[in-house]
């Protein structure tokens, strides 16, 4: 085999041990060595000091100086040159901060006052509850940035008295699915970190970028949710009277001022000190990850059992994202240096598509890819081989990141691997069946195409910003 075959050879063999369930962070750095070994094997090199060895040298000094040699393999030193480097990005130390401001705000009993008075504020609203919960989900997802936090916690909160509204059940669940997701596109949001670790693309214009497509989708979710309630009054019935407690107008008020403003307040501040310079990810970050802790003595919700909870999942979280950069960036050193870019690279090419088809090709692989993978796995793993090709195409890699983080929304939401209904599935009482759920986030896989549709048509959407914040 020659070694571009032998880097296809390795990249097929990465798909079938990750359909095996083998840990993909693992699994990568074990074929990135073992390929590597291979890609970077000199039998001169390793074994200099044993093959120049006196004849009369000892037996420990023969074996010691052919084991040293063994080990003489430069893929060592990437794979510890990679981790050094993974582990001293500056971008990635935003990651944890952002991680333990929304695990703090989680377990801060913050979301359940807040979904219950926008409930209330929104009970003249068709589907009001649906409303309540998206807008919920939205504020809640933008702060965590975790899809199963989100869901879980407001299955929890907002499906019971959705059921009990008499809300179809896909319906809501849909709901629930869809809104969880909202997290991982708009800012601060983690994955566009990690996004910007891969490509090189500055964070502060890709949070620029998104805001419009993000509340652009948040738009489409919440006009779909208000006609269909109002043309189909049976999936989301109205409250009847004592369901939804009369409030004065200024009580309601004072009630968003204590619940809705403060969480507002923190996420706002926190991208505007990114977006207009103040601060850089990472500072901005600990200022979340303080201002979540002071969010939590003000609602009297800090324990030191929240405390721990809290910074043991940051760090298996964080651990977990870095040994993946760790080994992707392995895998993706060694799969370069055998010809395997070079390849996919001319292969594309002999296709002799045009920019837009290149993007629709692009997409519908990371579209098919997110029924087994998780968003991460696809931005760390798979998009490093279209970002070389972005180039060729003209394609500029801010406005493709954008269409890729619409994209991976559907990840939490294609059947069978849709993780959002299997998180919403595991927390739902037992009426609530897993057929409803993937049928009630299907109307929102569709939006999330009507939003990527638009981005393709008017792409001054993800331009705008950024442009007139920072320049061209």
């Known amino acids: 085999m020659t070694d571009p075959q032998v880097a296809l050879f390795m990249l097929g063999l990465f798909v079938f041990i990750v359909f095996l369930g083998f840990p993909i962070a693992f699994n990568l750095m074990a074929l990135g060595i073992i390929f590597g070994y291979y890609a970077y094997f000199e039998p001169g090199r390793m074994w200099r000091a044993y093959n120049r060895l006196d004849e009369n040298a000892g037996w420990w000094d023969s074996i010691s100086l052919w084991v040293e040699g063994f080990f003489n393999n430069r893929i060592f030193d990437l794979f510890i040159n990679q981790t050094y480097s993974v582990m001293s990005n500056d971008v990635l130390t935003a990651i944890p901060l952002f991680l333990f401001m929304g695990y703090i705000i989680e377990r801060a009993n913050i979301v359940d006052r807040l979904f219950t008075t926008l409930n209330i504020a929104s009970r003249n609203v068709p589907g009001s509850l649906g409303v309540a919960a998206l807008i919920t989900c939205a504020l809640f997802a933008t702060a965590t940035g975790i899809v199963g936090a989100v869901v879980t916690l407001l299955g929890l909160l907002a499906l019971p008295p959705m059921l009990k509204a008499r809300y179809n059940h896909a319906f809501a669940t ?7 997701t909202l997290g991982i596109l708009i800012p601060p949001s983690i994955m566009l970190i990690v996004y910007a670790a891969t490509s090189g693309v500055s964070i502060v214009r890709l949070y620029a970028g998104a805001l419009i497509p993000g509340f652009l989708l948040v738009g489409l979710y919440l006009v779909y949710v208000v006609v269909r309630a109002m043309l189909q009054p049976n999936v989301a019935p109205r409250p009847a009277p004592g369901e939804v407690p009369e409030v004065p107008f ?3 008020v004072i009630m968003l001022l204590t619940s809705f403003f403060p969480l507002a307040f923190l996420i706002l501040a926190v991208l505007g000190s990114i977006l207009f310079g103040l601060a850089t990810p990472s500072e901005a970050a600990s200022i979340g990850a303080l201002g979540g802790l002071v969010l939590a003595v003000a609602y009297r919700a800090l324990t030191w059992d929240r405390i721990r909870q809290s910074v043991y999942l940051t760090l298996r979280t964080t651990a977990m994202v870095c040994w ?3 080994g992707s960036y392995t895998f993706a050193s060694v799969f370069a240096y055998l010809g395997g870019e070079q390849v996919i690279s001319q292969f594309v090419q002999s296709l ?30 798979f998009v490093p081989i279209f970002l070389p090709l972005l180039p060729i195409f003209g394609i500029d890699p801010l406005f493709f990141g954008i269409l890729v983080a619409l994209n991976l929304q559907t990840a939490f939401l294609t059947p069978p691997m849709a993780m959002s209904a299997y998180y919403l599935k595991g927390i739902a009482p037992p009426q609530v069946r897993l057929t409803e759920i993937f049928w009630g ?6 939006l999330v195409f009507v939003a990527m549709a638009i981005i393709y048509a008017f792409p001054g959407l993800v331009f705008y910003l950024p442009d007139q914040v920072y320049g061209r």
Do not use: H, K, N, Y
């Not at 920019?355 to 692989?365: D, K, S």
């Not at 579209?367 to 991460?376: A, D, H, N, R, V």
């Open 250 to 252: 200024g009580r309601i």
């Open 324 to 326: 993946l950069f760790v």
């Open 352 to 381: 002799d598509l045009t920019p837009f088809q290149f993007l629709i090709l692009a997409q519908l692989i990371i579209f098919l890819l997110g029924w087994p993978l998780e968003w991460s796995e696809i931005i760390i793993i």
């Open 441 to 446: 986030m299907l109307p929102f896989v569709g």
């Open 174 to 180: 849909g709901i629930i699915c869809a809104g969880g």
